[in-house]
């Protein structure tokens, strides 16, 4: 599986941004999804995931509440809608096909996208 995410930018703080996780390849419904975050300085940061089929999601407690996942079989991609920004949300964007909460249980990577949340 070929990962490829966007939609980053540059938002004020209290706005919304949708990262978007386009899949190559016809096995993409047989995996979880999960997005990851890294900011300057720190480790990496779960943030959320998805089962194969949509019916299982979770959240890292920093994001509950503001950001959705959601992902389209049909259309091989996995969604996050992140909302009322913080400055601390700033990071570059990783989204993962894999399950859990642990980045080391996911086996496919896509290259990154920068999210910038301004004060």
């Known amino acids: 599986v070929q990962l490829q995410a966007s939609g980053g930018g540059l938002v004020q703080a209290g706005g919304s941004l949708r990262l978007s996780c386009a899949a190559s390849?016809?096995?993409?419904?047989?995996?979880?999804m999960g997005w990851f975050r890294r900011a300057p300085g720190k480790e990496r940061e779960f943030v959320a995931a998805i089962s194969w089929n949509g019916g299982t999601t979770y959240y890292g407690d920093s994001v509950k509440g503001r950001f959705t996942i959601s992902r389209d079989n049909a259309k091989n991609t996995v969604y996050l809608e992140m909302n009322s920004l913080k400055p601390e949300d700033t990071a570059v964007y990783y989204c993962a096909a894999g399950s859990g909460t642990r980045w080391d249980s996911y086996d496919y990577w896509g290259q990154g996208t920068l999210v910038t949340v301004s004060s």
């Open positions: 390849g016809r096995t993409f419904s047989r995996y979880g």
